[in-house]
């Protein structure tokens, strides 16, 4: 971790990669995708990771020929996914480092974008084929199926993810579900002010009036219960991801611990006159309780 005004974002143009892999035997993929990711086949934890990913997580599947693939493909290449990825990433970082000087990050950041698995509905559907993980600071990793929706806002979505990447590194406190409604809040305001009000916020846009009230009331309300990701899941994802992972439902729309958390730093910067940028470094204490005043 460093300080300084430098970071370096490496985003891995995978493109040309995949379609080799796609033009392989279904037998021949996992080990070639598991090369161009740099990760050794005698790596199991890993290999394990990979494997679920593009087996039964929502990446492509490796295991099957599929005519859809390559036109999906050429698809997300034609819309530059690559290209808008190293160029919001770097406004993103520009746009950070103008506001808050001095915030710890990392001193590089590998991003990685895979092809999306179209036959879950959820992903596709409610999900609109397109999600990033970023809460490990250097690396983002993002799965796409490209539609209509979010073609354009592949890039938006990794600016989501840098916003973590930002985050973890200064906050003390440990990790909750307190923490994480808040990460995924301030990411999403981060994400408006860099990227427009259009960029994102599909995920949880039907999450609105009374059913956003309710979800405020139940997700806030179990601030200080669970011990870890399993727990919280239902709170943050919503009642059909807790469903896949075999965990109860708890009464949350899908996605809505973003609604709930993006609210909540709306509130707190409008009674503050703060950006997203300016809070990214604050405790969800300090958070939590201004918005709620």
Not at 124 to 132: A, D, P, Q, S
Request: proline letters at 6%.
């Amino acid at each position: 971790m460093t300080t300084d005004d430098q970071i370096e974002i490496d985003v891995h143009d995978d493109a040309p990669g995949l379609a080799r892999i796609l033009d392989l035997p279904p037998s021949a993929r996992l080990a070639a995708l598991a090369e161009m990711q740099g990760i050794s086949t005698f790596d199991q934890v890993a290999m394990t990771r990979l494997r679920q990913t593009h087996e039964i997580g929502d990446g492509f599947r490796v295991n099957t020929d599929d005519p859809r693939y390559a036109p999906a493909l050429q698809r997300l290449v034609e819309a530059d996914a690559w290209g808008q990825l190293r160029r919001e990433l770097a406004r993103a970082w520009e746009y950070q480092r103008s506001v808050l000087p001095g915030i710890r990050h990392p001193d590089r950041i590998d991003v990685t974008l895979t092809l999306g698995n179209p036959d879950d509905p959820v992903f596709v559907e409610r999900t609109h084929g397109y999600y990033g993980m970023g809460a490990v600071p250097g690396t983002i990793w993002l799965v796409a199926w490209p539609t209509d929706y979010n073609i354009t806002r592949i890039g938006a979505c990794a600016v989501h993810e840098l916003a973590h990447n930002l985050r973890t590194p200064n906050i003390e406190t440990g990790f909750n579900l307190a923490e994480w409604v808040i990460h995924e809040g301030l990411a999403e305001v981060f994400t408006v002010e860099v990227c427009g009000p259009e960029s994102t916020g599909a995920w949880y846009a039907d999450v609105t009036g009374s059913v956003l009230d309710a979800a405020l009331e139940k997700v806030t309300g179990a601030f200080d219960t669970g011990s870890g990701f399993q727990e919280w899941t239902p709170y943050v994802l919503g009642d059909l991801v807790a469903e896949r992972i075999g965990v109860r439902p708890v009464g949350v729309p899908h996605m809505g611990g973003y609604a709930v958390g993006r609210r909540l730093v709306e509130r707190y910067l409008e009674r503050t006159g703060l950006k997203a940028a300016q809070v990214i470094v604050r405790p969800v204490s300090e958070i939590f309780e201004g918005a709620r005043r």
